[in-house]
């Protein structure tokens, strides 16, 4: 049972570049997030998904753009690298239909940005 | 504005005793509530759920947290604290506003448990 996982777990990159961060689930879940998480401001919600197709902007979305054209993907791309998005980025989901509500999340992806 | 508070950023606690980690939220409606850990290096762990039924909920590791409506808190509680405990701890509840499943999260609480 693979869960959710994120590629890569580590990633160094320099300002202006693009990069994007990959987040694969086995469970079929409707819902999945994207959240950075910085010291002082805990987990913020960058962008989530409700289905296939269907995106939506968290608090502070500024910078990212997602996709999510299978349910079990949710690829986070930061178009233009800056310093600011230096920070460890947590990808989750979640399934509502059943009640579940709770949030697994994926281990991590450290990103640096010099 | 729908928000949670975790009003401390440490606790500290002597293995053995009883632990107790505060949450505090403001949502309207009826509050979807979560606690989480995160270990060092690793992703958030669910540890259990309010949604609704009784006040006070059991989860994992010995863990429980009791829904109180008048106080709008929702208190993370253990009876005898253990090493292994030792985590950042969070609160997190549902944006009920949003009329979606997404959650607004605490910024953390650090357990730290003292042998």
């Known amino acids: 049972d693979a869960g959710i996982t994120q590629s890569p777990r580590y990633k160094i990159t320099e300002t202006g570049r693009q990069v994007t961060l990959m987040c694969h689930q086995t469970?079929?879940?409707?819902?999945m997030f994207w959240y950075r998480q910085d010291l002082g401001h805990g987990l913020r919600l960058i962008y989530y998904s409700a289905a296939a197709d269907i995106t939506d902007k968290g608090e502070v979305p500024d910078g990212y753009v997602v996709s999510r054209s299978k349910t079990e993907n949710f690829p986070l791309t930061l178009e233009s690298a800056t310093r600011s998005q230096t920070s460890v980025y947590f990808c989750a989901s979640s399934e509502v239909r059943t009640g579940g509500y709770e949030q697994y999340f994926g281990p991590g992806t450290r990103l640096t940005v010099t | 504005a729908q928000s949670v508070a975790q009003p401390e950023d440490q606790v500290n606690v002597a293995e053995g005793n009883p632990l107790t980690v505060k949450c505090t939220y403001s949502v309207s409606g009826n509050p979807y509530l979560f606690w989480y850990v995160q270990y060092p290096n690793r992703g958030l762990q669910f540890l259990l759920k309010y949604i609704t039924g009784d006040n006070l909920v059991k989860g994992s590791y010995g863990f429980e947290a009791e829904f109180n409506k008048s106080q709008t808190s929702f208190h993370l509680k253990k009876p005898s604290a253990l090493v292994s405990d030792s985590a950042l701890y969070f609160c997190?509840?549902?944006?009920?506003?949003?009329?979606?499943?997404?959650?607004?999260f605490g910024t953390g609480t650090r357990l730290k448990v003292l042998a």
């Open positions: 469970w079929s879940h409707s819902y």
């Open positions: 997190a509840v549902r944006d009920q506003a949003s009329g979606t499943y997404k959650y607004i």
